[in-house]
């Protein structure tokens, strides 16, 4: 007699199953781009400009070429010849692979050498001599939109100034009339600061091109290899089905892994011209210098307020400066990501938002870092803003996000932005916070610190974020309608190989989609091989960033799974004798609906499909599912942090971090924890100490982990989880929401917000990040503002 199987015991849906992909990492034994060895193999090293913006007036290579051991020397010259000088980028600008005219970054790659080793290489990039002829640099939207600004995009047809785009979404005269009927206006002014994803593992490829399938095969670190592959033909003028990406272990993406970038163009050209495969790894500096920055967003906001606490209207202009080529990765439509997903957790009647995007004399920047397309910045602002607006009418923090809340029967809620948020109970993970913070006894404590000169405070971040684009209807890259993917075959024996278009990086998907498998179908996770990666074996999707995985990939994980369990159910009526509609499911088995006992497992419906299918049933048991979201998922989280400021010095302590996670329903909870304690301790690492910044002439700081800072375990406060919150969403299958990104978007408002509070009754209003101990010290000490990147310090 066959029963039901246990959920939790085979690994379904809500068991903390441990990471099957760890087995190899802690051994040391993951396959990452480096670690490949191909035969007959070259090394590749760029040579990167010192400059920030300067003409190229010659390039002598010669003395490189005469280095024993060097195979090639590639210079814009060379690669304008092939056409390739230039590449699109996937926000439909054009990007420099090797420089031709000028150098418009420091770091921007001018050569490349392929050599035997990497140390050859290496040295024979330094023999090449560059003559550059220095122009005036810019390093911020002020100045790239002065009048006498250079224009640094000069190649480009129809460019007489700096400005990318203008871009406006939401209700001008709406907002207008908002502000009209306002007691109070609150106004913020606020930067967050360039930043960098910095995975542990650089960018790398190995290009191999073999002349006689003329197959090119590329290992790379890629989070979106099918992207890629399609990148790949647009570039180099390939046929799609000859150009194989793989994408082995990725150690860290967070939007780093996204774009494609000059040494991977480089890299292919390098072995379709010398028919050897040759690698290129990035090292430590070249990836801070010249690789997916992210943030470095200017804003105005504005609120108009009732006097009882009421939001009338919000009205927001940014300027993004998006460096030297606007390579942002990110839906066609939307010119600044989804940064107008601000305020949606709020019930807002009006909002306005513009938008200018300027070059600059710095890297490409703007990417999605562990961000779904600039919700990072979004949510920042938000809730940067209602802390502000609050202590303008006087209002407690909580009591003024409350009133404004989307409510739980308001949903589906249409935001002032347009956007069409679906579930939640945003009210109630407040309470949760609240309580586990101890909200009341703190603000009593705070109080009674203040009188005795000590300073505490509180901040609060509420913040719902849109993962999982597409729906394909709004969401596209490059024409390409997002949307995902998933393989299911399921072997004779009831184990099963299951791809997927989506590509993690650390997330833990060869875990989770195997508990969802184990789910829908009742075979245990572990007879369930994930695989993810490669072109020529996963089904197409648009990959992983944004957090869209769970929202997008899962989704069609459990559809194909459902597939399955259709034709099995078919299979289960032919071994039961008995018509399909007596057949009924439970966890693992079919039944005859009127005699229970009857029954028989998957794994017997899986030997059936190869040994013993009805007449005229196609055999095997294998299917593919391509799912486009009908919207996309918002998650809710309330982030609470207490600190003490040090009044004399400026530092400041965390006292403890609270979390409060609704993301729908959680595959894995370990998984999740896993990924909001990561997200926690990045939030914490901008908030206060992380920064990118530039001198006048456009020298970069932070090229190193001397200047840019990672916090260690040492470093890191603690946090405090909770997970009593479950809202399912209602359109995914499982009714599962994005979590990855959660804690490092909506986190770091919360750290700052409670150094703000530490400060309020000050006169300071806003430090931006990073709340380094200086700045804060300088914003108590003369009672001011501290506003825009930390300034460059030289020694003299
Ligand atoms: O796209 P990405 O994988 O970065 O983000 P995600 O879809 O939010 O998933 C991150 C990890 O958390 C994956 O291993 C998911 O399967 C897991 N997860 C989960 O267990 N339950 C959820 N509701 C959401 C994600």
Not at 327 to 342: E, V
Not at 578 to 606: H, K, M, N
Request: with cysteine.
């Amino acid at each position: 007699m066959t029963q039901a199987v246990d959920e939790i015991k085979i690994g379904g849906l809500g068991a903390s199953r441990k990471r099957v992909e760890d087995s190899r990492f802690i051994r040391g034994k993951g396959n990452y781009t480096d670690d490949i060895v191909l035969p007959g193999m070259l090394h590749m090293e760029i040579l990167r400009s010192p400059l920030a913006h300067a003409r190229i007036k010659s390039i002598d290579a010669s003395k490189a070429w005469d280095i024993p051991g060097v195979h090639l020397v590639l210079t814009g010259e060379m690669m304008a010849t092939r056409n390739l000088a230039w590449m699109p980028t996937l926000s439909y600008d054009t990007q420099a692979v090797l420089a031709t005219d000028k150098v418009r970054f420091q770091g921007q790659e001018v050569a490349c050498v392929i050599a035997d080793d990497p140390y050859i290489a290496k040295d024979a990039c330094e023999a090449i001599v560059v003559d550059y002829e220095p122009l005036p640099a810019i390093v911020n939207p002020v100045d790239a939109v002065a009048p006498d600004a250079p224009v640094i995009r000069d190649d480009k047809e129809n460019q007489p100034d700096n400005v990318i785009y203008n871009w406006e979404v939401g209700d001008a005269d709406g907002t207008e009339r908002a502000f009209a009927q306002a007691d109070v206006i609150s106004k913020l002014q606020l930067h967050y600061p360039r930043s960098h994803p910095s995975p542990i593992e650089c960018c790398g490829s190995i290009a191999d091109f073999n002349r006689a399938t003329s197959k090119l095969t590329v290992y790379m670190t890629t989070q979106a290899p099918h992207i890629i592959r399609a990148a790949v033909a647009m570039v180099a003028e390939l046929p799609e089905h000859m150009i194989r990406i793989i994408s082995p272990d990725i150690g860290g993406g967070f939007g780093n892994k996204v774009p494609v970038y000059p040494g991977y163009v480089c890299s292919i050209l390098a072995s379709i011209l010398l028919e050897r495969p040759v690698k290129w790894i990035e090292d430590k500096t070249g990836n801070l210098i010249s690789t997916g920055f992210a943030r470095d967003i200017y804003l105005n906001g504005e609120m108009a307020l009732r006097q009882d606490g009421k939001i009338l209207g919000v009205r927001m202009h940014c300027d993004a400066d998006h460096g030297a080529f606007f390579s942002d990765a990110q839906p066609s439509k939307f010119k600044i990501g989804l940064l107008h997903s601000a305020f949606a957790t709020y019930d807002i009647p009006a909002a306005h938002l513009t938008a200018r995007g300027t070059y600059s004399n710095k890297a490409p920047g703007g990417v999605a870092y562990r961000c779904s397309f600039r919700v990072t910045e979004a949510m920042f602002f938000q809730e940067r803003m209602i802390q502000a607006a609050a202590d303008d009418l006087g209002m407690d923090q909580a009591a003024f996000r409350r009133m404004n809340f989307v409510r739980d029967d308001d949903f589906p809620h249409r935001t002032a932005f347009g956007f069409l948020t679906d579930s939640g109970q945003y009210g109630k993970c407040l309470d949760v916070g609240l309580q586990a913070i101890g909200y009341e006894e703190f603000r009593r404590e705070q109080a009674e610190a203040r009188a005795r000169g000590r300073l505490l405070g509180l901040g609060i971040s509420t913040m719902t974020e849109p993962l999982g684009a597409g729906n394909s209807r709004e969401y596209d890259i490059l024409g390409i309608k997002m949307f995902d993917s998933a393989e299911l075959k399921v072997h004779m024996t009831g184990k099963a190989i299951l791809r997927t278009g989506a590509r993690g990086q650390g997330q833990g998907h060869e875990t989770t989609w195997a508990q969802i498998v184990a789910h829908e179908l009742g075979i245990p996770a572990d007879d369930v091989v994930v695989e993810e990666g490669d072109t020529d074996t996963a089904p197409f999707g648009m990959g992983t960033y944004a957090s869209r995985s769970t929202p997008v990939a899962g989704a069609a994980v459990a559809m194909v799974a459902r597939k399955i369990r259709a034709k099995a159910r078919k299979l289960a009526a032919h071994l039961l004798e008995v018509s399909e509609e007596d057949v009924e499911w439970e966890l693992g088995r079919f039944y005859v609906r009127s005699a229970p006992s009857r029954g028989v497992t998957i794994q017997e419906c899986a030997v059936a499909a190869y040994a013993n299918m009805p007449d005229g049933m196609e055999p095997g048991l294998e299917n593919t599912a391509y799912y486009d979201p009908p919207n996309l998922t918002w998650p809710f989280a309330v982030y609470i942090v207490t600190v003490e400021v040090d009044p004399v010095t400026g530092v400041w302590d965390v006292l403890k971090t609270v979390a409060v996670d609704d993301c729908g329903v959680r595959i894995n909870p370990m998984i999740v924890e896993g990924q909001i304690m990561g997200g926690l301790t990045e939030a914490y690492a901008m908030s206060s100490m992380q920064f990118i910044t530039f001198d006048a002439e456009g020298n970069c700081v932070g090229s190193n982990y001397m200047d840019y800072l990672l916090p260690t375990a040492w470093e890191t406060p603690g946090f405090e989880l909770h997970s009593e919150v479950v809202t399912p969403c209602p359109h995914h299958p499982i009714g599962a929401k994005g979590i990855g990104e959660c804690a490092a978007v909506g986190g770091p408002a919360a750290f700052v917000n409670a150094v703000m509070d530490a400060l309020s009754g000050t006169g300071v209003r806003n430090i931006d990040m990073p709340l380094l101990p200086d700045r804060v010290w300088e914003a108590l000490t003369h009672r001011r503002d501290v506003y825009g990147a930390p300034p460059v310090r030289s020694d003299d």
